[in-house]
Nanobody, 121 residues
Framework: QVQLEESGGGLVQAGGSVRLSCAAS????????MGWFRRAPGKEREFVAQ????????WYAEFVKGRFTISRDNAKNTVFLQMNSLKPEDTAVYYC??????????????WGQGTQVTVSS
């Protein structure tokens, strides 16, 4: 059974940085794309970033470009989200996700329980 466990969230001041981690287990990590989503209070879930199985390509939501970086370590079955220049509007629960098949959608795949990031002004 695929399991995803996020960590690294917390309280940070505006302008600060946080690094989220997501440890995966239950299957061959390096065969599947990974991504990060978030849900802010009172808002819909939104896409943040995605990375291919080999780490060769990445995509970002417009609102995080230049501030967030997604990466992965296939030897450690872990995906990361480095978040810099944080803003209060980045406050949300951050979820990592992976697809059920190598070419499938993250949205309909497996999800972690989420980690809270709170950015104070």
């Amino acid at each position: 059974q695929v399991q995803l466990e996020e960590s690294g969230g917390g309280l940070v001041q505006a302008g600060g940085s946080v690094r989220l981690s997501c440890a995966a287990s239950g299957r061959t990590f390096s065969s599947y794309p990974m991504g990060w989503f978030r849900r802010a209070p009172g808002k819909e879930r939104e896409f943040v970033a995605q990375i291919t199985s080999d780490g060769g390509s990445t995509w970002y939501a417009e609102f995080v470009k230049g501030r967030f970086t997604i990466s992965r370590d296939n030897a450690k079955n872990t995906v990361f989200l480095q978040m810099n220049s944080l803003k209060p509007e980045d406050t949300a629960v951050y979820y990592c996700a992976t697809s059920r098949t190598s070419g499938g959608s993250l949205l309909s795949g497996y999800w972690g329980q989420g980690t809270q990031v709170t950015v104070s002004s």
